[in-house]
């Protein structure tokens, strides 16, 4: 995956978004201690200053990023997944090619990893899974299946869908390909 060059706003100036957008995309390269605030400036072709009128320190990025990835990639995916207005399977694939599509799994891993060794980042981690799992859970319920068989279901979704992300190519074709067979398993009686 190339990495892009970051578009300033139109003030010229970078959003605090942008700063994390490009930790995010470091550290699924490098992992969290390859977030530092010199080299990611550097990547983004823009002074330190830049920064610090965004974040504090190194620290109060991190802490930011975890935030940033528990929106983004998990609860922005289950709001827009309870808005859709299709059949109980249909939301269920809806979410499926939005996570594969989009590539929201894809910044898992290196939080994974980093929540090994960080309590902090364990618990963002841990809650962000609680909140997946729950929300599968939940769809394949109402798609008609048992509670232990939605649980089941679910939690398979789930994990399939963040291991998935860092096995598939980008390709878009390839991922909703995959996303059809494994849906159509998931949810057939």
Same mark, same amino acid.
């Given at each position: 995956?190339?990495?892009?060059?970051?578009?300033?706003?139109?003030?010229?100036?970078?959003? $605090?978004?942008?700063?994390?957008?490009?930790?995010?995309? !470091?550290?699924?390269?490098? *992992?969290?201690? @390859?977030?530092?605030?010199? /080299?990611?400036?550097?990547?983004? *072709?823009?002074? !330190?200053?830049?920064?610090?009128?965004?974040?504090? &320190?190194?620290?109060?990025?991190?802490?930011?990023?975890?935030?940033?990835?528990?929106?983004?990639?998990?609860?922005? /995916?289950?709001?827009?997944?309870?808005?859709?207005? @299709?059949?109980?399977? #249909? $939301?269920?694939?809806?979410?499926?090619?939005?996570?594969?599509?989009? &590539?929201?799994? @894809?910044?898992?891993? /290196?939080?994974?990893?980093?929540?090994?060794? #960080?309590?902090?980042? *364990?618990?963002?981690?841990?809650?962000?899974?609680?909140?997946?799992?729950?929300?599968?859970?939940?769809?394949?319920?109402?798609? *008609?299946?048992?509670?232990?068989?939605?649980?089941?279901?679910?939690?398979?979704?789930?994990?399939?869908?963040?291991?998935?992300?860092?096995?598939?190519?980008?390709?878009?074709?390839? $991922? !909703?390909?995959?996303?059809?067979?494994?849906?159509?398993?998931?949810?057939? /009686?």
């Amino acid at each position: 995956m190339v990495e892009k060059k970051v578009v300033e706003t139109k003030t010229g100036r970078l959003t $605090r978004d942008d700063w994390l957008k490009s930790a995010l995309a !470091t550290m699924r390269k490098t *992992g969290v201690d @390859g977030v530092k605030v010199a /080299p990611l400036a550097a990547r983004m *072709g823009v002074t !330190t200053g830049s920064f610090y009128w965004h974040f504090k &320190n190194r620290r109060a990025l991190l802490f930011a990023l975890l935030d940033y990835w528990e929106r983004t990639m998990t609860d922005a /995916p289950i709001k827009e997944a309870k808005r859709f207005e @299709g059949s109980a399977k #249909d $939301r269920i694939l809806f979410l499926m090619r939005s996570v594969m599509v989009d &590539n929201l799994a @894809g910044h898992d891993l /290196p939080i994974w990893h980093w929540a090994q060794s #960080d309590v902090g980042a *364990g618990r963002v981690f841990q809650r962000a899974l609680d909140k997946r799992f729950a929300f599968a859970s939940w769809m394949f319920s109402e798609a *008609g299946f048992s509670k232990q068989q939605a649980e089941v279901r679910g939690r398979m979704m789930v994990v399939y869908l963040m291991g998935e992300s860092t096995l598939v190519s980008d390709s878009v074709s390839t $991922r !909703t390909e995959l996303i059809k067979q494994k849906h159509a398993i998931l949810t057939a /009686p």
